[in-house]
């Protein structure tokens, strides 16, 4: 069974980073491409970044490119979130497709607040 959990978040200053991490059980990770969003409350799911295999084609939304980045080792993809502002508050969450079944993390909150 294929699990992700999801670790890292927390309360941090504008301007501020922090790093999330999502580990697979059930498959290893760096055999997936993988998917970042988040959810604020009253607005739709956003699609923060997808993570390919190898790093060389990441794509990220464009309200967070060049602040955010997507490292990742052996089972672990990291969301690294740097100059983050009061909009990137949210719950973030991983997810990955095995096997044509999509598969979520818990989630983590982000509060990015003075």
């Known amino acids: 069974q294929v699990q992700l959990v999801e670790s890292g978040g927390g309360v941090v200053q504008p301007g501020g980073s922090l790093r999330l991490s999502c580990t697979a059980s059930?498959?290893?990770?760096?055999?997936?491409?993988m998917n970042w969003y988040r959810r604020t409350p009253g607005k739709q799911r956003e699609l923060v970044a997808t993570?390919?295999?190898?790093?060389?084609y990441d794509h990220y939304a464009d309200s967070v490119k060049g602040r955010f980045t997507g490292p990742r080792d052996h089972n672990t993809v990291y969301l690294q979130m740097s100059s983050l502002k009061p909009e990137d508050t949210a719950v973030y969450y991983c997810?990955?497709?095995?096997?044509?079944?999509?598969?979520w993390g818990q989630g983590t909150q982000v509060t990015v607040s003075s």
């Open positions: 059930g498959i290893t990770l760096m055999f997936y491409a």
């Open positions: 997810h990955v497709t095995h096997l044509q079944t999509g598969y």
């Open positions: 993570i390919t295999i190898g790093g060389h």
